[in-house]
């Protein structure tokens, strides 16, 4: 079966631009019947809680985190058309710090036990060189990242070749990646134009069409900020779930996905009698 999985890093730093993306998304979600996963940076739900209770009412949205605050889980070595730009990850103290601090946010203001979280700007290969860092998320109550979203130069695009996996070999067998592939929205944009709507949709959706060819997933990584940047009723999006229902891809939730897996891996252990 093919899966397109919609998630959104809600991170921007003007309080009014997530409160509009927030009041849209929820609206044209619940008008497509489509749910998606919101990655919440904790800064944003601590200094405007109000604007998130809509949303986590919203049974077609799932909240989970983006850190406290943005605190890079892994060091990032970009390598692109501008050369090598470097940008530093955290200490495994501030890793654990922020990580925490997000979902106790997220259980105080909205009632919500984080059992997720994107990694801030994502790596190559998400965490499989970090057993340290996967240890602390377990220990926090993290069961599945969305970490993985650089290529071999830690720049795009990932190629949909990629899948979800569990992070069996550095020994959390019960912690599933679940890339994101393609482009960053908030980086692929601005590269079409922010007011080429039909130049972006043009390079993603052949993902789409290859998740439907191959039965794979493809996981799309949006932002607040970027999805109602020259488009305020989101009709990139709306296209974009449009033309995935049109190639009979099934569109579900991040954690809809990890339980659905879980599940899968939970029926094929053998029974010891």
Not at 189 to 208: F, N, Q, S
Request: hydrophobic share 40%.
């Amino acid at each position: 079966m093919a899966y397109m999985l919609i998630g959104y890093d809600v991170e921007s730093q003007e309080d009014e631009v997530t409160a509009a993306f927030l009041k849209r998304a929820s609206a044209l979600h619940a008008s497509l019947g489509v749910p998606a996963t919101l990655f919440i940076r904790g800064q944003n739900l601590e200094r405007n809680p109000a604007a998130f209770e809509e949303v986590a009412a919203n049974p077609l949205l799932e909240l989970q985190q983006h850190t406290y605050s943005h605190t890079l889980l892994k060091t990032v070595c970009q390598r692109n058309e501008e050369g090598v730009t470097v940008f530093r990850g955290g200490t495994v103290e501030e890793i654990k710090a922020d990580v925490a601090r997000a979902s106790a946010l997220l259980r105080e203001y909205l009632g919500i036990e984080c059992i997720a979280l994107t990694g801030p700007y994502t790596y190559y290969r998400g965490l499989s060189d970090r057993p340290d860092i996967l240890e602390i998320l377990w220990e926090l109550g993290i069961r599945y990242t969305r970490a993985f979203g650089r290529n071999e130069h830690d720049w795009m695009p990932v190629p949909l070749q990629w899948q979800p996996f569990w992070y069996e070999p550095q020994g959390f067998p019960g912690m599933l990646e679940v890339m994101t592939h393609g482009w960053h929205d908030c980086l692929l944009r601005p590269r079409c134009g922010w007011t080429d709507l039909e130049g972006y949709l043009a390079v993603v959706k052949p993902y789409v069409d290859q998740a439907a060819t191959e039965d794979s997933v493809f996981s799309y990584c949006a932002h607040d900020h970027s999805s109602i940047r020259e488009d305020p009723e989101m009709t990139v999006m709306a296209r974009l779930i449009g033309h995935a229902q049109a190639k009979g891809v099934t569109i579900i939730s991040y954690g809809q996905y990890y339980e659905e897996r879980r599940a899968d891996r939970l029926s094929s252990v053998p029974v010891v009698t």
